[in-house]
């Protein structure tokens, strides 16, 4: 018998081998009954910084003896049902032959999931990516953190496994379901921890990142798929509504079905997929500050005490402050850094990320606001990138031409109090920060609500959050401001058989494992229609 039992409340000292114990003690049973069991999910609950918990939910292959009835009071308060999995949906190749192989433009996670699933198909997918191979991504970053030009096509941004090769790893996903495992799975087989299957807030670390995308590119590889670097999109060739194939930087290709998994940065490619037609609109998008505090402040606050600290590592948070319009932290970097997230010259933009041990000294996170399409100043589909490029070219400019960042005393902002032109403020952007008023980075309705957010996290946490905090920013690139139109079913842009918009730069999602997770269920609808050619 498969149950799942729920809400397994564990002290976290507790270490996970004993976790059957625990299940059997609650369902009553002998824990020899135990077949087989898993860790379906963990979370930490931290309501109490006296007692920190685990928070479990867990399969178990029961035999022999009958659990209590379903919606019996447990101990504990766990909770139990009988279970059984989904399955993955693997469709056999479709009847109709394709002509040629699919094509994939870009290679962030979106477009290296749909190569994957392909390949894995035996459709030998041919992938074109404007930027490099991520080996040589890591050398030219390091370049630019010290001082370095920037490079337009090899960068924070741009190569190999797309911004999400140095955006911190989260894997973090809303959804749940076979896909979703899928995806995780293969970051397991390509050198991820397994608990990243389970885990509430899953995190790979941005110097374990590179790995694993060669890891998966290889793999690709090895089963007929094929990467071409450098080879930026310049057309679409298109013939009576029925893509043909691609003008490139390196030449023509012939494709009758284009997956564009573009990445929410690739504004050149917006502006010519719309000169040629391709139904777009624009959408809200999040936008905001980055924040950082003394990664140590955050520990005290979160555990309370100092075991905590040292057997949980550095602590995280996820806030919401609701307000006339809601401020909500977004990309948590526990023991991080702030880095740059830059596309083109002349413009400048943060991120954060963390390494695996997350062991800096500051804390950072975005502050975000929503802006709806209405709000862009115009009804054009790319009003919202030219909003971005609007204030991150003020940001340039107040960064001295140099790509500095614009940094504010948290509470001075509130107060709208400028800062000294000399003050120097701690921070972990390696490039170098100046001291700059930050209303000027961003839309008034958004710094607006901005303050009063702020106000109210920092009351939630009884003065521990602004306490010490200094802002940089802007944040802008946290979502994409245009959404590229496709069929629910089919995936492919009405007017444009053949092209298949995925990931966050089509608008279809919003994080490595939800682009990873369209860009699969893409490639698995070409996978329905079509045998391999």
């Known amino acids: 018998m498969l149950l799942r039992v729920g809400h ?54 029961l035999a022999g003896e009958t659990p209590p009835e379903p919606g019996s009071e447990l101990l504990g308060g766990a909770s139990f049902e009988a279970w059984q999995p989904k399955p993955f949906d693997d469709p056999s190749p479709g009847a ?5 192989r699919p094509v994939i433009v870009g290679s962030g996670p979106a477009g290296l999931f749909a190569a994957l699933y392909l390949a894995r198909k035996g459709y030998s997918p041919l992938i074109i990516e404007r930027g490099h191979p991520v080996k040589e991504r890591v050398p030219a970053i390091r370049r630019f953190d010290h001082g370095g030009e920037f490079e337009p096509q090899n960068n ?20 749940t379901g076979p896909d979703v495992d899928w995806v995780l799975e293969r970051f397991v087989d390509c050198g991820g921890k397994a608990s990243l299957i389970y885990e509430h807030r899953p995190h790979l670390g941005s110097n374990r990142l590179p790995m694993i995308v060669r890891n998966l590119r290889r793999e690709v590889e090895a089963l007929g798929g094929e990467y071409r670097f450098e080879c930026c999109l310049e057309k679409l060739d298109v013939h009576d509504g029925v893509v ?17 998994g573009i990445g929410h940065s690739a504004r050149d490619t917006y502006e010519i997929l719309h000169s040629q037609g391709v139904p777009m609109q624009p959408r809200a998008f999040q936008l905001g500050l980055r924040i950082e505090q003394p990664q140590d402040q955050i520990n005290r606050h979160k555990y309370g005490r100092a075991e905590y600290e040292q057997l949980l590592g550095a602590a995280d948070y996820t806030l919401t402050a609701k307000s006339n319009r809601d401020v909500y932290s977004f990309c948590m970097c526990a023991g991080g850094v702030v880095i740059p997230s830059i596309s083109e010259p002349g413009q400048f933009c943060t991120n954060g990320m963390s390494n695996s041990k997350h062991d800096t000294a500051f804390a950072n996170s975005g502050l975000m606001v929503t802006l709806e399409p209405h709000e862009f100043g115009s009804d054009h589909p790319l009003a919202g990138v030219a909003l971005q490029r609007k204030f991150e070219a003020a940001a340039f ?5 140099n790509y500095l960042a614009p940094i504010q005393r948290a509470k001075d902002f509130l107060e709208r109090r400028r800062p000294h032109s000399g003050e120097s403020l701690a921070s972990s952007y390696p490039r170098g920060t100046v001291p700059a008023a930050l209303d000027e980075v961003l839309p008034s309705v958004v710094s607006s609500a901005l303050r009063k957010g702020m106000v109210i996290m920092d009351k939630n946490w009884r003065g521990d959050f602004l306490k010490n ?16 139109e496709r069929d629910r079913e089919t995936f492919e842009t009405p007017g444009f058989c053949g092209l ?17 997770v369209d860009g699969l269920r893409a490639a698995r609808e070409i996978v329905r229609r079509f045998s391999p050619d």
């Open 8 to 61: 397994v409340r564990v002290p976290v000292e507790l270490p996970e081998l004993e976790l059957p114990g625990e299940v059997a003690a609650r369902l009553g049973v002998p824990v020899d009954q135990f077949r087989s069991w898993k860790i379906l999910r963990k979370s930490l609950d931290a309501r109490s910084r006296n007692e920190l918990k685990f928070v479990y939910s867990i399969a178990v292959d």
């Open 244 to 260: 043909r194939g691609l003008h490139t930087s390196g030449g023509f290709i012939p494709a009758g079905r284009v997956i564009l």
């Open 500 to 516: 298949y918009p995925i990931g966050e730069g089509a608008g279809y999602a919003g994080g490595i494992i939800s682009a990873a």
């Open 469 to 484: 905090a200094t802002l940089v920013g802007p944040e802008m690139r946290g979502s994409s401001p245009v959404r590229i």
């Open 96 to 100: 109709v032959s394709l002509d040629g």
């Open 156 to 175: 924070y941004l741009f190569g190999e496994g797309g911004a999400g090769t140095f955006s911190d790893g989260k894997l973090t996903c809303r959804m």
């Open 397 to 401: 400019e107040l960064g001295k031409g």
